[in-house]
């Protein structure tokens, strides 16, 4: 079989992979989407990754990332963003409407589903009002800024009946599908370590400004949602908001978590038994950046030992990029920025997120490696999106279910705590997902400012 027909076979049979038979029962959407009908969509938070989801984009070697926008069954009513400039900018790009109040969009009766493309701290609270407002969800990654948050999504999603697509888009990748088919097939045996990387130039050194005033068109009150109060700061604003605990946990919360998924995933594991992380802010102290440079988390499961391990000043060190992304070709595994590597009793598997498809390794043959399988990859985004469309309409789990990315979310929550307490060691519930540490409890639930509130009963 041709590649060409191999992948298109793979994609038809792939977009619900991971559903199961769970069916939602109960009404199908804002309105009751039929089938060959039109999906009515709002965009909530036009930034440079919401722009991305609703107009699609460009790589540099002419192939083409799908947007929202650009599906057939697929119309845009609203685009949303507390920063007027940027949002009208979006709904005249996608011949829609601005609207700076998201509480307008989600009182839109003919709202039928919302892409959340805000800020870190503002996924939870934005994805479960839309939900309760019976708008089916794809929300970006990270699922939430707290564990308990997370906890109430999932339980958000299940009480209202709504779809909410996890933005984890490796899950509907046909190249880790093969992969996955792999492992589960005993190809590579047993496996007992896991090691997900998350090494980059990802780090910024810089100083907090203060007493600036508020730029015209922005509600500096609302982008801070349901973070503490504070002075309005550019640097804040341009994304160094990463870097700060009220609103991120580093990079390994708003990135990492994608080739912590594909790694749960594939390997076929949950909640951990224990986790702990050390490491610290080292290559620049003086900056104002509070969350770690240098990490390294490891997982308890019954029969393997996941480990994480972060560093975010190593430029040297290659993300997967489009010519790795979309053509036959391999990134170079030791210097792959996001490899993950799955030692089994038979081989070892490299496995790329985002299209750097994936190889297994045998002993060398004369010190050379010996691949005893791959399969190459390609950006998965189209397939997922594409996947929450139909889930829409079919009512089935979505391949990024909220609650599994809850779960993969929920890692990297156990290793911020364990760091941020010093290296304790958690001991954690294993049917609910809760850390049993009591001290654990201070960063497992945040802080909410008022009015925005995620409440104890969704």
């Not at 080739?259 to 076929?268: E, P, S, T, Y």
């Not at 079919?394 to 990297?412: C, F, M, Q, W, Y």
Request: with cysteine; aromatic share 10%.
């Amino acid at each position: 079989m041709k590649r060409r027909n191999f992948l298109r076979n793979t994609l038809k049979t792939s977009l619900g992979f991971g559903a199961g038979l769970t069916i939602l029962s109960g009404d199908a959407s804002a309105q009751g989407t039929a089938a060959n009908s039109k999906i009515n969509i709002a965009l909530v938070g036009c930034g440079g990754r919401g722009s991305q989801l609703l107009h699609g984009f460009d790589y540099p070697n002419n192939s083409r990332i799908t947007g929202f926008q650009e599906f057939d069954d697929v119309n845009v009513l609203y685009c949303c963003d507390v920063q007027k400039g940027r949002g009208e900018a979006a709904a005249k790009k996608s011949n829609s409407k601005y609207e700076p109040e998201m509480r307008k969009v989600l009182d839109n009766k003919s709202v039928d589903a919302v892409i959340c493309a805000l800020p870190d701290h503002w996924h939870a609270l934005g994805a479960i009002l839309a939900m309760q407002a019976g708008k089916d969800v794809y929300t970006e990654k990270p699922a939430s800024q707290s564990g308990w948050e997370g906890q109430k999504m999932v339980e958000t999603a299940r009480k209202y009946k709504r779809i909410c697509q996890h933005g984890t888009q490796n899950r509907s990748a046909p190249y880790n599908i093969q992969a996955k088919k792999y492992i589960q097939d005993g190809k590579l045996g047993n496996i007992h370590l896991c090691k997900v990387f998350n090494q980059k130039q990802e780090m910024n050194s810089f100083k907090i400004k203060t007493g600036e005033a508020v730029p015209e068109g922005l509600n500096w009150s609302a982008w801070l949602g349901p973070a503490a109060e504070r002075p309005y700061s550019s640097t804040v604003l341009n994304r160094n908001w990463h870097e700060l605990w009220d609103f991120s946990s580093g990079d390994l919360l708003n990135d990492g978590v994608h080739q912590i998924d594909l790694a749960r995933w594939l390997v076929g594991k949950e909640i951990p038994k224990s986790a702990y992380a050390v490491g610290g802010r080292f290559s620049d102290p003086k900056s104002d950046a509070q969350t770690p440079d240098t990490l390294t988390a490891s997982y308890e499961y019954d029969d393997m030992t996941f480990v994480v391990e972060e560093s975010l000043y190593t430029g040297y060190i290659l993300k997967i990029d489009a010519a790795v992304r979309q053509t036959d070709t391999f990134p170079y595994w030791l210097q792959c920025a996001t490899r993950i590597e799955i030692y089994g009793t038979k081989g070892v598997m490299m496995v790329g997120r985002h299209g750097g498809g994936w190889q297994v390794f045998g002993r060398p043959k004369d010190r050379q490696p010996v691949a005893a399988a791959q399969g190459f990859g390609r950006f998965p985004e189209p397939e997922h999106k594409r996947n929450f469309l139909d889930c829409i309409k079919t009512r089935e789990l979505p391949n990024g279910d909220i609650e599994k990315g809850h779960r993969s979310t929920a890692l990297v929550h156990y290793s911020t705590i364990s760091y941020r307490l010093g290296g304790v060691k958690l001991d954690i519930d294993t049917a609910t997902g809760v850390p049993k540490n009591q001290e654990a409890m201070r960063y497992w639930k945040r802080d909410y400012r008022a009015p925005y509130i995620v409440p104890e009963e969704v």
